[in-house]
C-alpha cells in the first residue's frame, strides 16, 4: 500500500493527503454508513492531475472512490477500508456561457447552487434543480443522472448534458465538449457516463444546455381527496396548457401530519386530505396566464377533483407552501433514526403501492414513523420510515418489504439517487439478467482492473 500513496505524493504532491490530514468529511457520505478513513484523499486541481492519479492507481491496481458533493444517500462516495479517494472539490468554477448556444461549461466539482446563480445572471435557467443543491456538484448530478424537482419539464440530468469530459480508469482522457443538440456522429459515448456512479470513468467537465427563464411563475397548494383525482388534475392541466407544469409534486396524509404534528408547520387546509399537491406552473408574462392558472383550478374545485386549495399571491407564500415539501431536511431533528426511499412506481400502481404500506406498516412496525411523498408526475416516490431503536434486522426487514413491493408492481428501485453499495444487494429487483451482464461487459471493458468505485451499482 505504501508503495502507490509514495507514487501518489511524488507525482502530486500535496495535493495528496493521508493519515489525520484527511478531513473527517471525506470518511463518509450521506448515506448513513459507517465512516471509514480512506487510505488517502486526492485532490485534483485539473483534469491533468486526475488522469495522473488514476494512471498510478491503475498501474498499482489501487481501488478508488470518487468523491462530488458527498449529499448521495446510496453510499456511492462512501469509502470502504483500503481505498483512495478522489475528491473534484477543487475543480470548481464556469469556464463559459455560451449565450447564442445557450450552453455552460463548468467543472466537475462545481455546486450546482453556482451553476444555478450563473445561469440566472446571464438571462437563463438551468434545468436541473434538487434539494441539495448548495453542496451536490455537477459531477455528482451527472454520476448519478440526478432528477429533482423540475424533471417534469427539463427532463433528469441526461436530458440536460450536451457534452463530457471524462478520466478513464488507466488515466486516459476522453473529451466531447458539444455545445450541439444534433450531433450523430458515431457513438455518444458520453451517455454511458451519466448515471454510472463513478464506475465507469471519473467526469471532470460538463457542457450543460441551458432553458428560458420561466415567465409568470404560478405556485398552488391544492387538496385531493385520492391519488387518482390527483392523476386527473394532472392529465387536464397538461392539456388545457401544455408544456407550462414545472412542479407536481405530492404529499401523501401520513407526511403533512409528520409536517405539522412533529415538525410544527401550521395546517395547509383546514380539513385533512389524503393527498396534498405542490404545483408550479410557468403561465409566461401575459397577465392572461395568471388569470388562466386560477380559473383552471377553480373549475377542478367546481368538478370536485380539488377539495381546496390557495394559490401564492407573494414569494413568502411560495417560500410557505415549499416548506412543507422540504421538511424532510429537518427530520433528523425530530426523528429517530431513518431509512429513505427513492423509488418508482407506475402511476397506475401507486394507490396500491401506498395502500400496502399503510396496512404492512403498522402491523409489522407499530412504533414506526412512515412517510410518502415525491414528484409522482414522474412515477418517482420517497419512502422515509422512522423507527426508535433501528438495528440491522429492523433495516432489512423495512428494505425487503419496500423493495419486494416495488419490484411487485414492476417499479425500480431507484429513480434517481442510484445504487450505491446500498441498494447493489437488490438491483436484480430491477434489472434482467442478461442486463446485469451486459453492466459487468462493459464495466471489465472500461475498467478491467476493477478499480474505479468497486462494489457500487455491481
Known amino acids: 500500500m505504501s508503495h502507490v500513496i509514495d507514487a501518489l505524493v511524488e507525482a502530486l504532491g500535496s495535493r495528496v493527503r493521508v493519515g489525520s490530514d484527511i478531513p473527517s468529511r471525506n470518511h463518509a457520505d450521506a448515506s448513513g454508513l459507517k465512516p471509514t478513513a480512506p487510505q488517502a484523499l486526492i485532490l485534483p486541481q485539473s483534469t491533468d492531475d486526475a488522469a495522473t492519479a488514476l494512471r498510478i492507481c491503475h498501474e498499482h491496481r489501487q481501488p478508488v472512490v470518487t468523491q462530488g458533493g458527498l449529499t448521495g444517500l446510496a ?15 477543487r475543480m470548481s468554477g464556469i469556464e463559459e456561457i455560451d ?46 443522472n440526478a432528477g429533482g424537482n423540475q424533471v417534469l419539464r427539463y427532463g433528469m440530468t441526461r436530458r440536460n448534458v450536451l457534452g463530457l469530459e471524462v478520466v478513464l480508469a488507466d488515466g486516459t482522457v476522453v473529451r466531447s465538449l458539444n455545445k ?16 454510472s456512479e463513478g464506475t465507469l470513468g471519473v467526469v471532470t467537465r460538463a457542457v450543460i444546455g441551458l432553458h428560458p427563464k420561466p415567465q409568470g411563475l404560478q405556485t398552488a397548494l391544492c387538496a ?3 391519488f387518482e383525482d390527483a392523476l386527473v388534475v394532472l392529465r387536464r392541466f397538461q392539456q388545457a396548457h401544455p408544456g407550462r407544469l414545472l412542479v407536481f409534486e405530492a404529499m401523501w396524509r401520513e407526511f403533512m401530519t409528520v409536517a405539522t404534528e412533529i415538525c410544527g408547520l ?16 410557468d403561465m409566461g408574462a401575459d397577465p392572461a396566464g395568471t388569470e388562466a392558472f386560477s380559473l383552471l383550478l377553480g373549475e377542478f374545485y367546481e368538478q370536485g377533483l380539488i377539495k381546496d386549495a390557495v394559490v ?71 419512502i422515509n420510515v422512522a423507527v426508535r431503536d433501528m438495528d440491522d434486522a429492523i433495516k432489512k426487514g423495512v428494505q425487503g418489504l419496500v423493495y419486494d413491493l416495488v419490484s411487485r408492481l414492476g417499479g425500480s428501485i431507484s429513480a434517481e439517487h442510484g445504487i450505491g453499495r446500498i441498494k447493489r444487494p437488490y438491483l436484480s429487483l430491477s434489472r434482467t439478467e442478461p442486463e446485469l451482464a451486459l453492466m459487468r461487459q462493459m464495466k471489465q471493458t472500461l475498467d478491467p482492473a476493477g478499480i474505479l468505485n468497486p462494489g457500487r451499482i455491481l
Open 99 to 144: 449565450a447564442a448556444s445557450a450552453t455552460l461549461t463548468a467543472l466537475a466539482g462545481t455546486p450546482l447552487a453556482v451553476i444555478q446563480q450563473a445561469a440566472d445572471e446571464a438571462g437563463f435557467l438551468c434545468g436541473i434543480d434538487l434539494g441539495a443543491r448548495g453542496t451536490c456538484t455537477i459531477g455528482g448530478n451527472v454520476a448519478t
Open 266 to 281: 401550521a395546517p395547509a387546509f383546514e380539513d385533512e386530505h389524503d393527498v396534498t399537491l405542490l404545483i408550479e406552473a
Open 180 to 195: 450541439m443538440l444534433k450531433n450523430n456522429a458515431g457513438y455518444d459515448w458520453t451517455q454511458l457516463f451519466i448515471g
Open 75 to 89: 453510499g456511492g462516495a462512501h469509502p470502504q477500508a483500503g481505498e483512495v479517494a478522489l475528491s473534484l472539490e
Open 312 to 382: 401564492a399571491q407573494s414569494r413568502a407564500d411560495r417560500n410557505r407552501f415549499w416548506a412543507y415539501r422540504e421538511t424532510p431536511y429537518e427530520y433528523g431533528r425530530f426523528l429517530p433514526e431513518e431509512i429513505r426511499f427513492d423509488v418508482s412506481v407506475p402511476l397506475n400502481r401507486m394507490t396500491e403501492a401506498v395502500a400496502h404500506l399503510r396496512r404492512e406498516m403498522p402491523k409489522q412496525w407499530p412504533d414506526a414513523v412512515y412517510v410518502v411523498f415525491g414528484h409522482v408526475a414522474d412515477s418517482n416516490i420517497h
Open 224 to 226: 385531493v381527496g385520492s
